[in-house]
Each structure stands twice: as C-alpha cells, then as structure tokens.
C-alpha cells in the first residue's frame, strides 16, 4: 500500500514540474502566453510560484529567479516525503 501511494506521489511531482518547466519555457515566448496550454500552466504553477517571488525580487527588474528555486524546493520537497514514505516500510 505505501508503495502505491509512494508511486503516485512521485507521479503527482512529475507532473506538476512538467507544469513548472512548460511554464518557464513558455515564458521566454511571449507570443504564445494566451496559448490554453500557457494559460492552465500558468494557472496551476502562479500560486507556487509567487511564493518564491514574493521572497526573491527579479535582479534587475527582468531576471526573475524565482522558477529555479521553486523547482529545487519541489524536488526537495519530493525527495523528502518519498523519503519519509520509505522509512514507514
């Protein structure tokens, strides 16, 4: 049982750093934001995203380096609870 949600918790942080990065790429196209696929991107990764921008301000105005660190919070994140996951076998 704790393998199967181990799985399925790894899957739901797949996917949503699949979300992340299409987020990230769509961003350096500007042409395609209103695209339906940028917008529920956008939609579901502005929430987290804005937690780390509220905490890290672009450098320079343009540079936003909030997307990296909420990529390796979320893969910490991931690491830890699957972690967590393991030692309750």
Do not use: C
Request: glycine residues 4%; aromatic residues 20%; proline residues 7%.
């Amino acid at each position: 049982m704790i393998i199967l949600l181990a799985k399925i918790i790894h899957w739901v942080f797949l996917l949503y750093t699949i979300f992340l990065l299409v987020r990230i790429v769509g961003s350096w196209f500007p042409k395609y934001s209103y695209h339906p696929i940028m917008r529920f991107a956008r939609f579901y990764t502005d929430p987290y995203l804005n937690i780390f921008r509220r905490l890290i301000p672009p450098i320079g105005g343009t540079l936003d380096l909030s997307p990296m660190i909420a990529f390796f919070v979320l893969q910490f994140l991931e690491k830890m609870v699957l972690r967590f996951l393991s030692a309750l076998l």
